[in-house]
């Protein structure tokens, strides 16, 4: 299985973005996907997810500003995000869970400039 994530770049704060992540594999056994980041000297942390069924989860930080979507027969999620601030500047991952393991995809790097 591959993730294929696009859709970084550079923007002033205030701006929006919106990355995207089509995976490989069999459909009906993806059930959750994902975006996590992670700044430099931090950890990994959880963006956003979103289940097959379209329930959607957020990270206090992003709540109102970020919006995970799911297209389920391209297999691909989609994270909208405006009103980006500083903070939000890291390297953004895509992860689908499937049934019996998950995968993660290579990174790509948002920059918000102030």
């Known amino acids: 299985v591959q993730l294929q994530a696009s859709g970084g770049g550079l923007v002033q704060a205030g701006g929006s973005l919106r990355l995207s992540c089509a995976a490989s594999?069999?459909?009906?056994?993806?059930?959750?996907m994902g975006w996590y980041r992670q700044a430099p000297g931090n950890q990994r942390e959880l963006v956003a997810t979103?289940?097959?069924?379209?329930?959607?989860s957020y990270a206090d930080s992003v709540k109102g500003r970020f919006t995970i979507s799911r297209d389920s027969a391209k297999n691909t999620v989609y994270l909208q995000m405006n009103s980006l601030k500083p903070d939000d500047t890291a390297v953004y991952f895509c992860?689908?869970?499937?049934?019996?393991?998950?995968?993660w995809g290579q990174g790509t790097q948002v920059t918000v400039s102030s």
């Open positions: 594999g069999n459909r009906f056994r993806l059930n959750v």
């Open positions: 979103i289940t097959r069924d379209g329930s959607t």
């Open positions: 992860k689908a869970e499937y049934t019996l393991t998950s995968y």
